[in-house]
């Protein structure tokens, strides 16, 4: 009986057959790129980072960090002061002159004759109540410009100014140079002619604060007037007392918050009020620690964050890193509890608490249950 039916096993080894030959064609001739266009969208999500998994032998999206538009850490300068001013060197002697001076306790009056008279060939005018007396010596010969400045430091020294006014130099006591005598000029101390008044518009430092910086540099009553409107100081004195203290505006008349380190840290367990005093307590002006004074905590309650201001960039990445130790513990952070093995816990206690509770502010206690 012959039957229509393909035999199986010749079928089978056809489709082998077909196998083989067509593995061995893709050995032999590569195949055309194929180019698939795909959306905007899918050249993204292409472009995206990836990660393996071995959950279900899947490959999921790495998640991308979460960042907090609150926080910001900006590391500053450290420039707190102009240190190109600070460290010019002090004038120089000048060009030796030609007279000499040898007084022994002789009378202001005389001085005044000598020097504004007969050497300088200027008018002059005492003023009632100008007394004292002079002992000056200069080996060394001195040029007009100097001994006009060694007269200036006679006078300040006897309690009285030289003002230019009018063609003639008036010599006043020192309490009545400034009332009706002089008025705020702005311009170097190099062109004052006897005792002049400065007013110095400062950039970036309050006038309030460089009143507290240049008064341990400044004579008595030479800082006039301290305008905070106008954020300007007025000082006042002779060439070589103002060229000081202008010298000593400039250094510290510095942009302070460049120089300063700033940073905002948000809190996601513990309470920035809080956390700010234990900062205080290590940190802070009164922590009696080396780096006291060296950072200013703020706590901004209304986001739960820590604000921290420091001189020192590095000392931001420093409290950056305590801030999270210690917010990682949230409220509970700080505390530790040590199973006794040897000792009785209340002698331990006792003894840590008198060798570093005073000095570290640290609390050692036995617990009660």
């Not at 002079?134 to 430091?153: C, G, I, K, M, Y």
């Amino acid at each position: 009986m012959i039957s229509n039916v393909p035999n199986v096993s010749k079928v089978r080894l056809g489709l082998v057959a077909a196998v083989l030959a067509t593995m061995a064609g893709c050995a032999t001739t590569p195949p055309s790129p194929v180019i698939q266009r795909s959306s905007p969208e899918e050249a993204a999500m292409q472009t995206r980072p990836i990660v393996q998994e071995e959950r279900l032998g899947g490959v999921t999206e790495a998640p991308s960090p979460e960042v907090d538009p609150l926080r910001m850490s900006r590391p500053g300068t450290g420039q707190l002061i102009n240190r190109s001013a600070a460290s010019q060197p002090p004038p120089g002697l000048g060009a030796r002159g030609d007279a000499t001076f040898n007084f022994e306790g002789d009378s202001l009056h005389a001085v005044i004759k000598v020097i504004l008279g007969d050497l300088l060939e200027q008018n002059y005018v005492i003023a009632p109540g100008v007394q004292g007396t002079v002992t000056v010596s200069t080996p060394r010969p001195v040029n007009p410009q100097q001994a006009l400045s060694l007269l200036e430091n006679v006078l300040a020294w006897n309690n009285a100014r030289m003002i230019w006014s009018d063609g003639r130099y008036n010599i006043v006591p020192a309490d009545q140079a400034v009332a009706g005598q002089v008025a705020p000029r702005t311009g170097t101390a190099a062109s004052a002619r006897g005792y002049e008044v400065r007013a110095v518009p400062l950039q970036f430092i309050s006038a309030a604060e460089m009143e507290k910086l240049l008064g341990p540099y400044a004579r008595t009553d030479s800082i006039l007037s301290v305008d905070p409107a106008r954020n300007m100081i007025t000082i006042g004195g002779t060439s070589a007392e103002l060229a000081n203290y202008m010298r000593t505006i400039e250094i510290f008349d510095v942009d302070w918050l460049e120089g300063m380190s700033v940073g905002v840290f948000p809190l996601q367990s513990s309470n920035a009020e809080d956390l700010v005093q234990q900062l205080e307590g290590v940190f802070g002006a009164e922590s009696e620690t080396p780096v006291a004074g060296m950072y200013r905590f703020m706590p901004l309650t209304g986001v739960n964050a820590v604000m921290v201001i420091t001189p020192q960039p590095k000392y931001l990445r420093d409290i950056e890193q305590w801030i999270q130790r210690i917010d990682t513990g949230g409220q509970a952070a700080g505390i530790y509890v040590y199973e006794v093995k040897h000792s009785k816990a209340v002698e331990l206690a006792e003894q840590l608490s008198a060798a570093f509770g005073a000095t570290n502010r640290s609390v050692f206690s036995r617990p009660t249950a």
